[in-house]
């Protein structure tokens, strides 16, 4: 009987050994994502600058892409400067998903830093985030002007992302 029990637990041992060593060599910012191809999901929500109401039908027939940033994200802080050269070149429309932030910590954050985006999505309690099947801030979405995702990229964003992922997926 104990040797039994000892050979079972030697062999789970084992295969949990096996199944973390193949994770070592994954890309954390390739989280697939269900939603690749079809249409983003809908959402009502107010804009944080303005407060005027904003939804997913107002961004229709734009190519954009759909950036989730919050003021205590260390990840979008990184990745915000890029930001603010996309939007001075005026390369892409980029919208911003606030994600479970304080409206005054996000407001003071981009009168700091700068303001990227053409409108920021409040989601205070994160549900929009949850259709979109975000892990966690930063995250990007690129959008194709029919509304559909056609990318998703986990992790800040920087000048590799745009020549090697945006610009080819805007010519097709």
């Known amino acids: 009987m104990n040797f039994r029990f000892s050979t079972l637990s030697i062999v789970f041992f084992l295969g949990i050994i096996y199944f ?7 890309d954390p910012t390739l989280i697939p994502s269900p939603l690749i191809g079809k249409t983003a999901p809908n959402f009502k929500s107010i804009d944080l600058i303005t ?35 996309m939007y001075k070149n005026n390369e892409i429309d980029i919208f911003g998903l606030n994600y479970k932030d304080e409206k005054d910590s996000a407001i003071n954050w981009l009168k700091e830093r700068g303001n990227p985006y053409k409108k920021i999505i409040v989601d205070t309690d994160g549900n929009i985030a949850i259709d979109y ?16 995702i056609i990318y998703k990229h986990v992790g800040p964003i920087d000048q590799n992302f745009y020549n090697q992922i945006i610009l080819p997926l805007m010519k097709k």
């Open 51 to 85: 407060g005027e109401s904003i939804t997913n039908i107002e961004l229709l027939g734009k190519f954009y892409i759909l950036n989730v940033w919050a003021s205590w994200c260390y990840g979008c802080s990184i990745e915000h400067n890029y930001l603010m050269n």
């Open 20 to 26: 973390l060593y193949a994770g070592l060599d994954k």
């Open 133 to 148: 099947g975000v892990y966690g801030a930063p995250e990007t979405f690129v959008i194709d002007e029919d509304g559909i």
